[in-house]
């Protein structure tokens, strides 16, 4: 059934403002189109009164260089197509050549418009911020858009939104401003005690003996980090525990820290 094959829609960019010409340089596009897409599938010129489903393709296609030669039929020399890529954008350079054996080459422009999304700073972040839902927004642009480079792009809002939860509770190992787009490698390890926390502190001095006391840490830490954690006297049999020193430790798990023996 024709409902059952690939739609495509294209959006035509700097055609000739001859009309005659125009729909040659359309019916190249169409060609390349099919070449690059060789299953069946049906092109439709224009999209805005459309509804869009999973078996449609929307492409904008740019005229970077179209000269047409004479008006008989023109047709592309496929073993001369060169296609490099740039983020979102394919160009395609190639060979066209008339009935009347003329060539020239030509080179167009070809996105797929899609709406992708990232990660982004909802305000300004400075260093050593501890991430948190009010930090962080799921922002969403078209690939046709100039602005729209992302270095780590999500195709679903669902995969930006696992993302968002892996980042919150990271740490700021720069700034960054307001919008700007958050990358894994400028965040620390999950933070895995915060300051102020009540955290457990072992040691063990040998394979036998294990000791455990606890305390309050003094700053935030993710998994291998030293921090600094205020000991308290738990052994005290009075009302209130009382700080007794102050030591540092490696955090290894949720709320607990290895004591760093000198």
């Known amino acids: 059934m024709i409902m059952d094959q690939p739609l495509i829609y294209i959006e035509y960019k700097s055609l000739s403002n001859d009309e005659s010409i125009s729909e040659i340089q359309k019916d190249i596009i169409v060609q390349l189109i099919k070449i690059n897409k060789p299953h069946d599938l049906i092109i439709i010129e224009n999209l805005h009164e459309k509804e869009q489903n999973h078996k449609q393709y929307i492409l904008s296609a740019k005229c970077i260089q179209c000269q047409v030669i004479d008006n008989s039929q023109?047709?592309?020399?496929?073993?001369?197509?060169?296609?490099?890529?740039?983020?979102?954008?394919?160009?395609?350079?190639?060979?066209?050549?008339?009935?009347?054996?003329?060539?020239?080459?030509?080179?167009?422009?070809?996105?797929?418009?899609?709406?992708?999304?990232?990660?982004?700073?909802?305000?300004?972040?400075?260093?050593?911020?501890?991430?948190?839902?009010?930090?962080l927004e799921v922002v969403s642009c078209m690939t046709s858009e100039p602005k729209c480079l992302p270095k780590f792009p999500f195709f679903s809002s669902n995969d930006a939104l696992q993302q968002f939860s892996i980042y919150k509770n990271k740490k700021a190992a720069t700034s960054f401003r307001e919008?700007?787009?958050?990358?894994?490698?400028?965040?620390?390890?999950?933070?895995?005690?915060?300051?102020?926390?009540?955290?457990?502190?072992?040691?063990?001095?040998?394979?036998?003996?294990?000791?455990?006391?606890?305390?309050?840490?003094?700053?935030?830490?993710?998994?291998?980090?030293?921090?600094?954690?205020?000991i308290n006297d738990w052994f005290d049999k009075g009302a209130t525990s009382r700080p007794i020193g102050i030591i540092e430790g490696t955090v290894v798990a949720p709320g607990e820290v290895e004591y760093a023996a000198k």
């Open 179 to 230: 919008g700007q787009e958050i990358e894994a490698k400028w965040l620390s390890d999950e933070i895995l005690i915060r300051s102020g926390e009540k955290t457990k502190v072992t040691y063990s001095p040998n394979n036998s003996l294990t000791i455990q006391t606890f305390g309050k840490s003094l700053s935030n830490g993710g998994r291998g980090e030293i921090i600094r954690v205020q």
């Open 74 to 135: 023109l047709e592309i020399d496929s073993t001369s197509i060169k296609k490099s890529n740039n983020k979102f954008t394919d160009e395609y350079t190639f060979n066209v050549s008339s009935f009347s054996n003329k060539k020239t080459t030509w080179k167009i422009e070809i996105i797929e418009k899609k709406i992708i999304y990232y990660i982004a700073a909802k305000q300004y972040i400075s260093p050593n911020n501890i991430l948190s839902e009010k930090d």
